[in-house]
């Protein structure tokens, strides 16, 4: 199951006590106050990693708590500080402190930033000896650690995006050039959440089918546009069964327009699919507009493995080069 948000609870440690202790030798009395300060809590960290459907593991333990300080010690000594704890996220992450406001974009691989600071340890009566009390009975509590809510974000950071309207041959196309697995049928929104293939060590995504009104929420909405934004190429397939292929190529500009002007501006192919289903005469058509649009175009139908080569060689070449 692939996860794109969620939200958890998340709690820095607590510091550790300090404590009263006295210093004893034997056979004298106490001589002196060594009661040690206790130690920090542990910080939470969030770490990016690259593994996209790590968000599945968190939906049975979305609470994550830091190791607490520990108390102070006889002889003078510190409590040992509580070990850091670090939540691991996909790379693309972006994770939101709901109630402070505070925002942590990870987009690189290893990425760390602290999320919450553990609470300082307290003091033990060795620190408040002093020329005029020599026998301190003071200590003090450890002081809590922060908590807090966190919204999970995350947009795919993928190489290349298959974008298009609904069944213009995403699915196919993604399951040809990689070992998605991704589900292919003759209807509407076979595809409801992105899948994901290996294409040579770069990632290529399968984005769900946008429909006229996408930017303003319709079919699958934004839940999808988000996805497309980070996407360094896309590749936006057209359906040759369509009867202007041309204008329902339009119709998903517009909306990627819409949602964001910057989508546009991306390295973007033409793919024109299922060329098997029209005469050729009504294929040389379908080319001739689309060349107007100067963008790169490619014709491919699933079962003719030669299209498939030529644009897969061709993706390969223009990756290695960036």
Known sequence: MFIDEMSIMAKA??????????RQEKFKPKSGPAGGNGGKGGDVFVKAVRNLSLLSRYTGAKTFKAENGESGRSLSQYGRNGDDLYIE????SRVTDIARGRVYELDHEGQEERILKGGRGGLGNEYFKSSTNRSPQESTKGKSG???EFLIELSLVVDVGLIGMPNAGKSSLINLLTNAGSRVGDYPFTTTEPHLGDFYGYVIA???GLIEGA????????????HVKKTKMLLHLVSLEEKDPKNQYFTIF????????????KETWIILTKKDLISEHE?????SSIDKIGK????IAKNDPESIKKLSDALAKHLRAE
Request: proline share 4%.
């Open 13 to 22: 440690g607590d510091g550790g006590d300090g404590v009263v202790r006295w």
């Open 283 to 287: 294929m040389e058509q379908a080319i």
């Open 215 to 226: 930017s303003l929420g319709k079919g699958l909405g934004h839940k999808f546009l988000k």
């Open 296 to 299: 790169r175009v490619f014709v």
């Open 206 to 208: 399968d984005i769900p």
């Open 146 to 148: 922060e908590e807090g």
């Open 89 to 92: 996220v996909p790379v693309g």
């Open 254 to 265: 517009k909306e990627l327009s819409d949602y964001d002007k910057s989508i546009t501006d």
